[in-house]
């Protein structure tokens, strides 16, 4: 009777290990889509960043270059001419101005979402060696059992 009772634990060990082999092989395949989705989302706020930063970079380009263009024709060409250059080249700063001040947001959303993914990144890689540690302790339970 001893050893059927033996018999009738082992077996069912065994199914209980298979049973938590299956879901941690599941576990397994959801955190690897997940880690490639969090990847993507890095990749993709990485990119929208530098184009931010590059817009912004281009608007403070035409800004100065804007502004020591004044300064180059107003000594050159009549008082009338000059002023006329001067208030179109105040709209286009103005314009400039504001478009820069638009970007702002953008960016900060832009650095906000580019932090979450690499949070979740970070997360990931906790999740990755809970999983590992739990396969570590299966194993040597499985080894101690035979």
Do not use: W
């Not at 502004?67 to 024709?73: A, F, M």
């Not at 702002?104 to 650095?111: G, Q, R």
Request: hydrophobic fraction near 35%; glycine fraction near 4%.
């Amino acid at each position: 009777m001893g050893a059927l009772h033996t018999q009738t634990v082992k077996e069912g060990s065994k199914e209980y290990f298979h049973s938590l082999k299956s879901i941690l092989d599941q576990l397994e395949a959801s955190q690897l889509i997940i880690e490639m989705k969090a990847y993507d989302a890095i990749n993709s706020s990485d990119m929208l960043l530098n184009i931010i930063k590059e817009g912004i970079q281009s608007i403070e380009v035409l800004q100065s270059n804007g502004e020591e263009k004044g300064i180059e024709t107003e000594e050159i060409e009549s008082k009338e001419s000059s002023l006329h250059k001067f208030n179109s080249l105040e709209k286009n700063q103005t314009r400039r101005c504001q478009l820069k001040e638009i970007m702002k947001p953008i960016l900060e959303a832009a650095n906000i979402s580019n932090q979450v993914s690499r949070d979740i990144e970070h997360e990931i890689a906790n999740q990755r060696e809970i999983i590992d540690v739990i396969k570590c302790k299966l194993k040597y339970n499985r080894a101690a059992n035979k």
